[in-house]
């Protein structure tokens, strides 16, 4: 069958009206929004506003935003949209008719193509813009971007070159182009210059961070670095994490990002990385921390061949499930919990746990600076993330951590993954799935007990697992001896 589009003269008289009416709501709302009228289908007349960085699904399936159940040209998880205002990309999931876009197809498997065969093919992402219409089905979405105006040019930190253009419409504020971003990653140092300013020419005999001294490079990564480096009064080691903003960053939108950095300072746990100190400067942002010489548990995992027997993962396990315990108790969610951020402490013979970058993430993510963190080119494969966090984008709970943390056990005892991801298919998609392998699979031999606990807390659905970490925790040492 094929899918009938409303005439474009229908579709102009609708997006105008609408337009008409949002500009004038846009005059009393300086911040950005991206609005989604449903302008035909079972839903007409629905509108979905997105004031902050959020995520969009489109489908059949009950977890959907726009959920279509009675629409049989809409797959079950039809298109996913993630929008960080005045921005916004969608992406197909290898859907049977495919989402249209101004009339365009994107996505949608060839004849013949299975769910699974399809997706192994790559399905292409596409900005959208004010003004944009996207068609699933039956239904169709008129796009109204709400901006307030640009400043008079955005002009890059580093080479002050205009890049009102690369930073998008309605985007004001400190900014660091591409290029001078691509460069930074070839040097590091220029990082540093870019928070504290450029007297550090040398990074390594400078103090660019007051109090510190830069000692090496530690990791280079898509959002920043990390230093080791001393502290000036008692040569006490710290780690410095420098993180620069995929945005333009607007100075209230800074100000609230520093005031929920302030409430992770407080949070203090042995099994924990404290946060020692905090400072912005335009896009670029730093952190010092405790310094954990024992690297991370991924690290630790490929000198040990990949992963860790139950003996040696126990501990670590238990450690960082009192970490986490502690930060749910306070209401604070990880929200990126993997092996990386997990770090080490203690020594070789009896290395103690300790959680890292709690809270950065979530933060640095919701206030925007992130860009575009799961259809973007920076994300990474969000192997360690259950279905919830990307249909419940803003609300997380702490059982979607222990969803990530029970992820981050099985990959220590196994090696693999709860999901697997073949090479070509679209990560999203497999997440929505739901589809976990039970860890008895993957390894037969491992006790009971551990692979009951484990498996419990990647259900898929939020309600089934441990409700928070201290739960699992009581779980793990109601555990019969090893």
Same mark, same amino acid.
């Given at each position: ?49 997105? &004031? ?167 990791? &280079? ?131 103690? &746990? ?24 920076? &994300? ?103």
């Amino acid at each position: 069958m094929k899918v009938r589009f409303p005439r474009r003269e229908k579709i102009a008289t609708i997006l105008v009206k609408d337009v008409a009416h949002h500009v004038l709501a846009s005059r009393e709302c300086m911040n950005a929004k991206v609005r989604l009228n449903v302008t035909a289908g079972p839903m007409r007349g629905k509108e979905f506003v997105f &004031a902050e960085h959020d995520t969009f699904v489109v489908g059949r399936q009950a977890d959907c935003h726009c959920c279509l159940p009675d629409d049989r040209l809409v797959s079950r998880h039809h298109f996913f949209m993630e929008v960080n205002p005045p921005d916004a990309r969608i992406r197909d999931f290898g859907s049977l008719n495919g989402t249209h876009v101004n009339g365009r197809k994107i996505g949608a498997r060839a004849k013949g193509e299975t769910p699974e065969t399809g997706a192994k093919r790559a399905y292409p992402e596409v900005e959208i813009k004010h003004g944009d219409v996207i068609q699933a089905g039956e239904t169709t979405l008129a796009v109204v971007v709400e901006a307030p105006p640009s400043a008079a040019g955005v002009v890059c930190d580093r080479c002050g070159k205009d890049v009102a253009a690369e930073a998008g419409v309605g985007r004001s504020g400190s900014y660091i182009c591409d290029a001078c971003r691509q460069s930074m990653q070839q040097d590091p140092a220029q990082i540093i210059r870019a928070v504290v300013g450029d007297d550090a020419a040398d990074h390594a005999a400078a103090s660019p961070f007051p109090g510190y001294r830069i000692v090496k490079r530690l990791s &280079a990564g898509g959002f920043g670095v990390v230093y080791l480096a001393e502290r000036a009064r008692d040569s006490h080691p710290v780690a410095i994490k420098v993180m620069l903003s995929r945005i333009a960053v607007e100075e209230n939108a800074s100000r609230k990002f520093g005031k929920e950095i302030v409430l992770l300072k407080e949070l203090r746990h042995p099994n924990i990385v404290d946060l020692l100190d905090f400072k912005a400067e335009g896009s670029a942002f730093y952190f010092v921390m405790e310094y954990c010489p024992g690297g991370s548990v991924a690290r630790y995992m490929a000198g040990h061949g990949g992963k860790l027997s139950l003996q040696a993962a126990w501990p670590i396990m238990l450690q960082a499930l009192e970490g986490l315990a502690h930060a749910h108790q306070r209401g604070i969610v990880h929200r990126d919990l993997k092996p990386g951020n997990i770090l080490l402490a203690g020594t070789p013979q009896k290395p103690i &746990a300790k959680l890292s970058d709690l809270g950065l993430a979530k933060n640095f993510e919701q206030a925007g600076f992130s860009g575009m963190t799961l259809t973007g080119a920076y &994300a990474g494969t969000p192997v360690f993330m259950p279905s919830e966090q990307l249909t419940n984008f803003k609300y997380v709970k702490p059982s979607t951590d222990v969803w990530s943390l029970g992820a981050t056990f099985y990959n220590i005892l196994t090696g693999q993954l709860p999901r697997d991801f073949p090479k070509g298919e679209n990560p999203l998609d497999i997440i929505l799935k739901n589809e976990v392998i039970p860890l008895s699979q993957r390894d037969p031999e491992l006790y009971p007990f551990i692979a009951a606990v484990i498996d419990k807390a990647l259900q898929p659905l939020a309600k089934d697992r441990y409700q928070n970490a201290g739960e699992m925790l009581k779980a793990m040492e109601d555990c019969p001896d090893l």
